[in-house]
């Protein structure tokens, strides 16, 4: 969807990074690895978006560090995009819809992190989840949204990186 919209890859990629996830930051040396970009190009598109304010820089230990200005006017409606982009609403849609009664819909994995790497993990937390909904589910939303979509069902959250999507 956005990549008719914005044709550079690279700052697609930052876009996902810094706003799936208000939580995100990066610096340059490593987001050029974590996203497998040159820092050039890293480094330009930081710039671009900097310089439009859609993202803060600031220097911690020796690093420049940049992350999500949520300030910005246009915070919530780039941040709703890049969700929409990434298919995480008609996921939560669809589950709170059809399989019971979440506490807890959770985006963990690289997602959560920011990294679009092709596979979308969601943590249901709850009891009497229809596991076998989320099986056909899973195909659906693949389909649906172009990303393997994976769903887990627990009790607990992990200690791992993760965004709510949904709490009861």
């Keep these: 969807m956005l990549d008719s919209l914005i044709k550079s890859k690279t700052r697609l990629r930052l876009l996902v990074k810094f706003f799936v996830n208000i939580a995100n930051t990066g610096y340059l040396n490593g987001l050029?690895?974590?996203?497998?970009?040159?820092?050039?190009?890293?480094?330009?598109?930081?710039?671009?978006?900097?310089?439009?304010?859609y993202l803060n820089k600031k220097d911690v230990?020796?690093?420049?560090?940049?992350?999500?200005?949520?300030?910005?006017?246009?915070?919530?409606?780039?941040?709703?995009?890049?969700?929409?982009?990434?298919?995480?609403?008609?996921?939560?849609?669809k589950i709170f819809n059809e399989i019971g009664k979440p506490k807890k819909i959770v985006l963990i994995g690289d997602y959560a992190?920011?990294?679009?790497?092709?596979?979308?993990?969601?943590?249901i937390v709850g009891n009497s989840i229809n596991k076998k909904y989320l099986d056909n589910l899973e195909k659906k939303l693949t389909k649906l949204i172009h990303r393997e979509v994976v769903f887990l069902v627990s009790n607990r959250i992990p200690k791992t990186h993760n965004l709510v999507l949904f709490e009861c």
Aim: aromatic letters at 4%; a negative charge.
């Design 32 to 53: 050029a690895l974590e996203l497998g970009e040159s820092t050039n190009s890293i480094r330009t598109e930081l710039n671009n978006l900097t310089s439009a304010k």
């Design 61 to 93: 230990d020796n690093k420049v560090v940049y992350s999500a200005n949520q300030n910005h006017p246009l915070f919530p409606i780039l941040q709703k995009i890049v969700r929409k982009h990434l298919g995480l609403e008609q996921i939560v849609e």
């Design 113 to 123: 992190k920011g990294l679009d790497s092709g596979v979308i993990e969601i943590l």
